[in-house]
Structure formats: C-alpha cells, structure tokens
C-alpha cells in the first residue's frame, strides 16, 4: 500500500499486488529511487 498527498491532508492510497515479497521489495526501491530522482528525501 501506498499513500501520497500534502502533509496535513487527506491522500490518496494506492495497493499494489506483488507475486512475493521480493518483488515488493524491488518495486520499493525503484519508487524511492525515482522520488530521490526528483528531489525527495
């Protein structure tokens, strides 16, 4: 599960299925790696 939005607010949620954790785990990291990209900490 996901959730995104302004601090403070309400936001949105988002469930993404994975076969297993692995593959959980390396969508994670591809997320935080494309946030970092764009200048999230």
């Known amino acids: 599960m996901r959730e995104s939005g302004r601090i403070g607010h309400v936001g949105h949620l988002r469930i993404d299925h994975h076969q297993d954790e692995g593959s ?3 969508a994670l ?3 935080a ?3 970092r990209k764009y ?3």
Do not use: C, F, Q
């Open 24 to 26: 959980a785990v390396d």
């Open 39 to 41: 200048g999230y900490r």
């Open 33 to 35: 790696a494309k946030k």
């Open 29 to 31: 990291a591809l997320l």
